[in-house]
């Protein structure tokens, strides 16, 4: 039941929105549901801890310890996203922020608070569904809902980056839907697969031996194509830097962290399949084929960049490739650290966008040129957690994507794999000046002469909470997230 | 009427009507007229429709019949409809402007179609599963597949993109049936609703874009760099 719980409350969120006729309503109904999914998703975490992966409805609803890690994630981002939207958009609202629509005002309000919780309960619904087309038709949702969040602020921009989001995501969802067909084809002489629970990823898994390999590479080859277009993988990146960048914050935090991860959720759920099936060779090596060009493509971007939204942007495409090289090396090091890099990513990339979208709404623009540096004299609580998140997540000790990216940088040169470690250190390095370097300047540099700025409760609070959070799994990661982890990491490589 | 129950035929039959198919989504590629294109792939909807209900009926599948009566009211009647009133609305009947010239694009389309039969014959196996169609079927699902592809890159108006994109589901939902007879019908459902929603967001972004363009050129839509 609680499965059933964590997804469809908020839909019922995203109802009581559209009907309602207040703010206030909206506001309450999205972080009572959020905070509601929250707990579900804690509550399931701790079912699938204490006696192994839940099922409802015979198998068609089904988490085990990876569908828990990632719907406990995106379930923290958004209760967190939820709590900051609220003082965001209201701060857009005061600020005449969305003057250049037509129907300003309460219909925005509508929009955002309506969207998003149908946003969220789709991904909710793609790391819940047992059956691989039903998790193809909840991420294809995840595509449709979130299009008009980037069309938010209605500007020419905006249409600009809602069109290549949806259509590059819509080609690439074609292939996973043929992915998925093969896939389901692939189980074809086996008994029991003509019926829906042959599509289920748990039934495929356990018989992965006896599935036809042709079929099976080709799907796998289909559905890294795809769901990899959806993860932002290059060379399928475009849309990235443009969706994130014109989406409102909240929106983009969600983005780059939450559907990140159910994108690669999708390529893990495949991967395992193909590395059943075929042996681990072949799905690894695409991975960090695709994995190595992601984080070599982004590396140029990040250095050359003016703006910071589409600077985030970029350092998403980067840990993408990360994440799917850290797939691709595989074996029980390289699944752990997937697991945990995942995690730390997921919390420390929201962050940084909390933090991009303070000094966005403080100085009217994303632009380095524009805001000229100073952040921490005229914001000193958003400037100090901006410059402490973008240390995290370049991989400074002590934090904690130092130590899930060395352990990346070990799985990879502990399985020989030395021209891959040796271009990760380069591309590693790339990132690292170059987002340092803009950041540092943006927050430390000269300027900021105007007076500070007092302390916004809400968006301010929910941004201080996400560190608090980014520093606490810093230096004591609590040992049942800890074993969620390594249940996850255990779904990768079997047994 | 033996015909009616003799499955040799319903497999020449099933032959025939993805030929056509395979035909239509050439004369997509040779069509300049916007509106002749969304009125092209109703068509190929709806001969999808038939086909899906002709394997329904010679190979007793009851349940594959749901599959071909949501692909005629979606794909051949509902799409096509909202697709035409876009069009009137917009009140352009511009052609397609593709960047590759006609002659040339049926070359490739050919092209395509001859890479198709090979992908096809390669994970064909006829002993291993005595029902299944044959691979001129899925010649034609791998066909329409890369030809929509070909289809997006080669067009820039904003609207004739949407109708490439739906070819290549067009071509997937083809594959499904001739590999498996269709997907559950819980996946199936899902899909035509989704494929439903994106014509709806994709139909207004369309029409938001060309309020604020004045163009559905997409290879205008270049602000964003970097």
Not at chain 1, 39 to 60: C, D, K
Not at chain 1, 62 to 85: G, I, Q
Not at chain 2, 191 to 211: K, M, N, Q
Request: with cysteine; net charge positive; charged share 10%.
């Amino acid at each position: 039941m609680i499965l059933l719980l964590l997804f469809l409350v908020p839909l019922a969120a995203a109802v009581i929105s559209a009907l309602a006729r207040t703010r206030r309503v909206m506001e309450i109904a999205n972080l009572a549901a959020f905070g509601i999914a929250f707990a579900a998703a804690l509550a399931v975490a701790g079912q699938v801890a204490a006696g192994g992966p839940v099922s409802l409805w015979g198998g068609f609803l089904y988490a085990d310890a990876l569908s828990a890690l990632v719907a406990l994630l995106t379930a923290s981002v958004a209760v967190v996203c939820s709590v900051y939207a609220v003082g965001f958009l209201r701060e857009d609202e005061r600020s005449g922020a969305f003057e250049d629509d037509k129907d300003a005002g309460l219909s925005q309000f509508r929009k955002y608070y309506t969207l998003t919780p149908v946003f969220v309960s789709a991904m909710l619904l793609v790391v819940l569904a047992n059956n691989l087309g039903v998790m193809w038709v909840a991420i294809e949702a995840t595509t449709l809902a979130s299009v008009f969040l980037v069309t938010f602020y209605g500007k020419v921009t905006s249409l600009e980056a809602a069109w290549k989001y949806a259509i590059i995501g819509g080609v690439g969802l074609s292939m996973a839907l043929f992915a998925t067909v093969l896939a389901y084809y692939s189980a074809h002489n086996l008994p029991g697969s003509d019926t829906l629970a042959g599509l289920n990823w748990s039934v495929l898994a356990a018989q992965a031996g006896q599935l036809d390999k042709t079929t099976m590479r080709l799907a796998f080859i289909l559905a890294l194509l795809g769901y990899g277009t959806k993860a932002g993988l290059a060379p399928m990146h475009t849309w990235k830097p443009d969706a994130y960048s014109e989406a409102p914050v909240p929106s983009a935090a969600l983005l780059s962290s939450a559907m990140l991860n159910c994108a690669l959720y999708g390529l893990v759920r495949y991967y395992v399949l193909a590395g059943r099936c075929l042996g681990a060779d072949f799905p690894g090596g695409l991975l960090l084929l695709f994995g190595m060009l992601s984080m070599g493509i982004s590396v140029p971007f990040v250095l050359v960049q003016k703006n910071f939204r589409r600077l985030l942007a970029y350092h998403t495409i980067d840990h993408a490739g990360i994440m799917a090289t850290a797939l691709g090396i595989g074996g029980k090091l390289g699944a752990f650290a997937l697991m945990l890099h995942m995690t730390y990513h997921t919390v420390a990339k929201s962050l940084l966008f909390l933090c991009a979208g303070n000094v966005c709404q403080q100085f009217k623009t994303d632009l380095f040129d524009k805001v000229k540096g100073g952040v921490i004299r005229i914001m000193p609580v958003t400037g100090t957690v901006f410059l402490m998140a973008m240390l995290a997540i370049v991989g400074m000790p002590p934090f904690p994507l130092f130590q899930s990216e060395f352990l990346i940088l070990r799985a990879a040169f502990g399985s020989g794999h030395y021209l891959a470690t040796a271009l990760f250190v380069l591309f590693g390095t790339g990132i690292f000046a170059g987002a340092l370097l803009h950041v540092g300047g943006l927050v430390l540099g000269s300027g900021g002469e105007q007076p500070a700025v007092p302390l916004h409760p809400w968006r301010d609070l929910s941004m201080l909470a996400m560190a608090a959070i980014l520093v606490i799994i810093g230096f004591w990661l609590p040992v049942p997230l800890l074993d969620l982890i390594r249940g996850a990491a255990r779904v990768v490589t079997g047994g | 009427m033996d015909f009616l129950y003799n499955p040799e035929f319903g497999e020449r039959l099933v032959t025939l009507m993805a030929a056509m198919v395979l035909v239509l989504q050439i004369a997509m590629v040779g069509q300049r007229g916007l509106a002749m294109n969304i009125r092209l792939f109703g068509a190929q909807s709806f001969l999808l429709g038939a086909i899906a209900a002709a394997i329904a009926w010679y190979n007793h599948a009851p349940h594959i019949y749901v599959a071909a009566g949501m692909t005629v009211l979606v794909k051949a009647i509902l799409v096509p409809v909202l697709l035409e009133k876009l069009v009137k609305r917009i009140g352009i009947q511009h052609e397609i402007a593709p960047i590759v010239n006609v002659p040339l694009s049926i070359v490739i389309s050919g092209g395509l179609t001859l890479v198709a039969y090979v992908v096809a014959e390669s994970f064909y196996h006829p002993e291993a599963h005595a029902a299944s169609l044959g691979h001129n079927t899925l010649a034609v699902a791998v066909s329409l597949f890369l030809i929509g592809f070909f289809m997006m890159i080669n067009r820039r108006k904003a609207l004739t993109q949407v109708v490439a994109l739906l070819t290549l589901e067009n071509g997937v939902f083809l594959a499904a049936i001739c590999l498996t007879y269709g997907m559950p019908l819980i996946v199936e459902l899902g899909v035509f609703f989704d494929v439903l929603v994106a014509v709806l967001v994709l139909g207004i972004l369309v029409y938001r874009i060309r309020e604020s363009f004045d163009s559905m050129d997409v290879s205008k839509l270049r602000r964003l760099r970097g």
